[in-house]
């Protein structure tokens, strides 16, 4: 937690109001983001993606699984964050925990969309090597090393290079096995297949400081605000998922005026995103 | 239900050939969903409070076969561990019996609920009348029908005025799922598994304030308003049959006209 | 009006706040200036105290409109209230305290309070002996200092009609006050000491 003096949040506050924050930005601008991917080589994708003094890891591991049974045709993502306490010190015990499975659950939910699967960022049948026998499962983790506000949308970005930078080995099904025998396979090691991201959703946070609201918060920023709504946006400019923090209540046509706000901003978080992820992979590939 | 259960996998399939307009998807008649409801009518509400004798305030919801009961206790001294604070806290719990699901489950708690329902509620309390105290919120879903979390929410914010918690406003909270081209208010269980996305809006209705709102699946902005909209008419609904349980009115009000179209 | 709308609940509109003043059970929203219930319950409204010195104020000419009726939550305590509390455990440096009423409301649910030694009498603060003030099991009259810290409120019987109001003696008899620092036992004879309170006027 921050501790901040009045003449402090008084400072933010009235910086926001007046569309000046403490660092210079204006209240729709995003601190620049560094995108560095293939960070973790034991992982199939990683990537590590700073935003001001806010530094997170996103991995990706595949591994070969059986599909559950009610859904034969599609793979299995399982989505963790792990706030340590290394990153900040509230982060210990519950804090963290509670943080952590926040964080996990929002960002489950804007990768694989509603219960049927449509609107997802990750296509799950293309996980599929044997309907009903053989899946990819894939294990994203996220990692918070240092935290200075706006987690999720870090997270977020953080995972969409991470998928863009993911490998998965090609898989040879060898013949003959039928019935309910588990096919033999061979999983490659040289050949990988590309993962499909331009579904994937970035997020943008809008935080409401008083009367109005600001991106990429900053952690003292966020230490004032009253709510929070995170929207997850894909390409398309459709809406994948909406989740509000903070329990001051908002009018519903604030919501939608916040959701044309985010749209905007994602635009450009997306091609932002988008170009230092081909310079990161493109970086990578020549050292 | 169970009568036309056997055709729904394809009726609710999220196809792109699914109907244009209602009477064209089923063809014959006009059922539209397995237990006759319209798309934008709810499930006929039942509330009742004071169900609990032990509890603070209490209260029972019964929308279809979603059933839940909720309690309320405090406020009470806070947990020693806890820190100090100037204004009151608020603890929620949502927990399922183990036979509240098809299949027998663990009866624990749901985490990820008990969030939820902390967040729709601390922004509709006056947590500044009970400084350093706790409320603690404790719902039991009986029965898992559909449309779990909104009904724990409403039943909640009843329960909490039955306890005489200081609170802005009574909190109503309903969801609508996205089936194909459609906007289904209130979904049952089945249509809750063939949804392609869902809404759930929490409001406090005199207030006009949206204190939750969370939304999956893919959305285009036009559909977010107008799933909102429904929410809102629904919500106010019910916040009518609320408030008419709250003054001991009769409160078995059946939602038959709630079609919102 | 009819007589349905006196019952009001929470989030119910009672009035423009250039008409009302809240008071119990009411608050204004700052977004509107309007005044709404926060409980279920009779809407009353109070005229305002029309000898008020200060009723030339706009403030005072403003009615009160209060929700009451229904039953609110528990009472809590608060800085400044009476309370009735059994003492538990006597230390060197304080003694903790089970609080059982608030004025004259009992508690629903239990509230632990502490009675540090500076707060056990108003004179010779540096001479009191805890365990010659109060005794686990006796019935205290305190009021609340402050809300305390996250343990439990802080309680003070530094005023003659506060400290022991009823304590039983070794043998198990209720004892009888005999002066403002001990206690006699009517069975055996006995004299315990206690920070007693002036009881009655």
Request: charged share 20%; hydrophobic share 40%.
């Amino acid at each position: 937690m921050v501790g901040l003096s009045i003449g402090e949040k008084h400072f933010i506050q009235g910086g926001i109001a007046q569309d000046l924050r403490s660092d210079g930005r204006k209240r729709l601008t995003t601190r620049p983001i560094y995108v560095e991917t293939g960070v973790i080589s034991q992982a199939n994708g990683s990537a590590r993606v700073r935003m001001g003094a806010t530094d997170v890891i996103a991995s990706v591991k595949a591994e070969l699984g059986r599909p559950n049974a009610l859904q034969p045709d599609k793979g299995k993502v399982v989505v963790n964050v792990d706030c340590s306490p290394t990153a900040a010190p509230m982060f210990e015990g519950r804090g963290g925990e509670e943080l952590s499975a926040e964080l996990s659950v929002a960002l489950q939910r804007c990768l694989l969309g509603g219960k049927s699967g449509s609107g997802a960022g990750i296509d799950l049948s293309s996980l599929v090597v044997v309907e009903g026998k053989i899946c990819w499962d894939l294990y994203i983790d996220g990692l918070v090393v240092s935290s200075d506000g706006n987690l999720l949308d870090a997270l977020g970005a953080a995972i969409k290079a991470a998928l863009s930078n993911t490998g998965i080995p090609k898989v040879n099904v060898a013949a003959g096995a039928s019935g309910d025998e588990q096919p033999e396979v061979d999983v490659s090691d040289e050949e990988f297949l590309q993962f499909d991201t331009s579904r994937v959703p970035v997020i943008v946070t809008l935080t409401k400081v008083g009367r109005h609201y600001i991106v990429d918060a900053t952690s003292e920023e966020e230490s004032q605000m009253c709510l929070a709504v995170s929207i997850s946006i894909n390409r398309q400019g459709h809406i994948c998922g909406l989740a509000k923090r903070g329990g001051a209540g908002l009018d519903p046509s604030i919501i939608l005026d916040m959701i044309s706000v985010a749209k905007t901003v994602s635009e450009q978080l997306i091609n932002t995103l988008d170009s230092h992820i081909a310079a990161a992979e493109a970086g990578e590939e020549e050292s | 239900m169970a009568g036309k259960g056997g055709a729904t996998p394809s009726t609710y399939s999220p196809s792109p050939t699914t109907q244009k307009t209602k009477s064209l998807s089923f063809g014959n008649d006009d059922v539209l969903r397995p237990d006759d409801r319209e798309w934008h009518q709810c499930r006929p509400a039942f509330f009742q409070i004071g169900v609990v004798a032990a509890a603070a305030g209490s209260a029972y919801a019964d929308f279809g076969s979603t059933k839940v009961i909720v309690s309320v206790f405090g406020p009470r001294e806070s947990k020693k561990a806890m820190m100090y604070s100037d204004i009151g806290r608020l603890n929620c719990n949502v927990s399922y019996t183990t036979f509240a699901t098809p299949v027998r489950g663990q009866g624990s708690d749901h985490k990820e609920f008990s969030s939820m329902l902390h967040k729709a509620l601390e922004g509709a309390i006056i947590l500044e009348t009970f400084p350093k105290t706790t409320v603690d919120v404790f719902a039991l879903v009986l029965e898992s029908g559909g449309s779990d979390l909104p009904v724990v929410i409403s039943c909640a914010s009843l329960a909490l005025a039955d306890a005489g918690i200081m609170m802005y406003d009574l909190v109503t909270s309903v969801s609508v799922s996205f089936l194909g081209k459609n906007l289904v208010l209130d979904p049952t269980l089945e249509e809750e598994s063939y949804q392609d996305g869902s809404l759930i809006l929490t409001w406090m209705p005199s207030r006009n304030k949206v204190t939750q709102l969370t939304i999956t699946g893919e959305w285009s902005t036009p559909k977010i308003n107008e799933g909102m909209k429904i929410c809102m008419d629904a919500c106010s609904k019910f916040s009518q049959i609320m408030k008419s349980c709250l003054k001991g009115l009769d409160s078995a009000l059946e939602e038959e006209d709630s079609n919102v179209d | 009006m009819g007589k349905d709308s006196q019952w009001v609940t929470p989030g119910e509109v009672l009035g423009k706040a250039s008409k009302f003043k809240a008071g119990r059970g009411a608050y204004v929203s700052p977004d509107n200036l309007t005044v709404y219930a926060s409980l279920t319950g009779l809407r009353r409204i109070l005229s305002p105290f029309p000898t008020h010195p200060t009723s030339w104020k706009f403030e005072f000419l403003r009615p009160t409109v209060e929700v009451t009726g229904h039953k609110a939550h528990g009472a809590i305590p608060e800085p400044g209230s009476i309370v009735i509390a059994r003492v538990t455990k006597v230390m060197a440096r304080m003694a903790s305290a089970d609080i059982m009423c608030l004025g004259t409301k009992s508690v629903r649910e239990k509230f632990t309070g502490i009675i540090r030694l500076q707060d056990v009498r108003a004179t010779e603060i540096d001479k009191v002996d805890m365990h010659m003030s109060f005794h686990p099991g006796d019935i205290v009259r305190a009021i609340v200092l402050s809300l305390g810290d996250a343990r439990a409120y802080y309680l003070s019987t530094a005023k003659n009609e506060l400290g022991v109001i009823s304590a039983q003696s070794t043998a198990g008899a209720t004892m009888v006050p005999i002066s403002w620092t001990e206690m006699q036992c009517p069975l055996t004879g006995q004299i315990e000491h206690r920070k007693v309170a002036k009881v009655g006027q």
